[in-house]
């Protein structure tokens, strides 16, 4: 497929392209174009204008999204299949091989998307970006925990969107990036086999609210409901832009600038500096968790795992230098949070609606 062709016409604007002008030989350059249209882009052909970029095609295109894409780790390689049970799933088999450190895995659809805590991750063919990394991150240079990848990928989401929209994208703790208060992605990060980790993002792009689950429909948004006069965005060049995010992130994690990544995931926290309940799961099975050797907290009961529960209050900040998280509580005393045992994050009230 011819991308460069691609690229001249979208850079047109919709104003038509003589044939005689795009540097190729007419003939050729209207069986690129009408490839081009076959595999589903919006060109337009006019008997003495030429042709006419009028919009991206329905579907992902490898080409286009592998097209000069410049990476060193994170996109070498891009799978991209139509129907899948979940781009983690076959992630998770990619990494029984370390060779296949950096795949990404795209799908049109899934048929048992998940998030975080068993939630279901949802949307009609054609509508999102669903995508999958497979890693091995060197134990030497990057944390022992899989918290740093959760950062990584909801700051490089949020870039795209910002990018895409022009407005403030926040993180709610600890997976989701928000826009005006609602959801538009998600990521989970999986434990593979050996030290193989799978990074999973959903974003979404053309959903509607009729597409979107009822308990949903106030909470979650797309960058379609974002701009609903605007041209239909180009999952293709979406999930382009989101690689390379992923990919400059992680390269500069890898030489040793987590830091740099701590204060991007920082920056655009939601709740930070606001009132909040934090529950926390203690790290051995019922018993109380290390955090709660401070104040006193309320007995939440026990997570999935059976391990303790216990809700602290307090105004949420950061310690420096390296940006960990604590609470500042009315007694003025802090209460350091360590993320691994952080159940949750909502804002204070009397029976907060952790989700």
Not at 16 to 38: N, Q, S, T, W
Not at 252 to 259: E, I, Q, W
Not at 297 to 304: L, P, Q
């Amino acid at each position: 497929m011819n991308i460069a062709l691609l690229r001249r016409l979208r850079a047109a604007d919709g104003d038509y392209i003589p044939l005689l002008d795009l540097d190729l030989d007419p003939l050729a350059a209207r069986r690129d174009a009408e490839v081009l249209a076959g595999f589903g882009f919006k060109i337009e052909f006019h008997p003495t204008l030429g042709v006419a970029y009028r919009g991206p095609a329905p579907r992902l295109c490898p080409d286009q999204i592998e097209a000069d894409l410049d990476v060193a780790h994170i996109g070498r390689r891009i799978a991209v299949w139509n129907r899948v049970t979940s781009t983690n799933d076959l992630a998770a088999r990619a990494a029984a091989s370390a060779a296949n450190d950096g795949l990404v895995i795209l799908a049109e659809e899934q048929t048992a998307g998940r998030g975080r805590r068993g939630h279901t991750w949802t949307a009609p063919a054609n509508s999102s970006i669903l995508l999958s990394v497979v890693l091995f991150p060197p134990s030497a240079t990057c944390p022992t925990d899989a918290t740093w990848l959760t950062a990584l990928a909801a700051v490089a989401v949020a870039e795209v969107v910002e990018a895409a929209t022009g407005l403030t994208a926040q993180i709610k703790w600890p997976n989701d990036v928000r826009i005006n208060g609602r959801k538009i992605s998600g990521m989970l990060v999986e434990h593979a086999s050996g030290r193989g980790a799978v990074l999973g993002i959903g974003l979404n792009v053309h959903l509607e609210r009729h597409h979107f689950p009822d308990e949903l429909r106030e909470v979650a948004t797309s960058l379609t409901l974002l701009n609903p006069e605007g041209a239909p965005f180009d999952r293709s060049e979406l999930a382009r832009s989101l690689i390379q995010r992923l990919d400059a992130w992680y390269a500069a994690c890898l030489n040793g600038r987590v830091n740099v990544l701590e204060h991007a995931w920082c920056q655009r926290l939601e709740l930070l500096g606001h009132r909040v309940d934090v529950r926390l799961q203690s790290a051995e099975k019922n018993k109380p968790a290390q955090a709660s050797q401070a104040p006193p907290s309320t007995d939440d009961g026990a997570d999935a795992n059976g391990r303790g529960l216990h809700i602290h209050t307090g105004i949420l900040e950061l310690t420096p230098p390296q940006l960990e998280l604590a609470l500042r509580l009315d007694d003025g005393g802090r209460l350091a949070l360590h993320r691994r045992n952080i159940h949750a994050i909502a804002r204070a009230t009397n029976n907060p609606p952790f989700c």
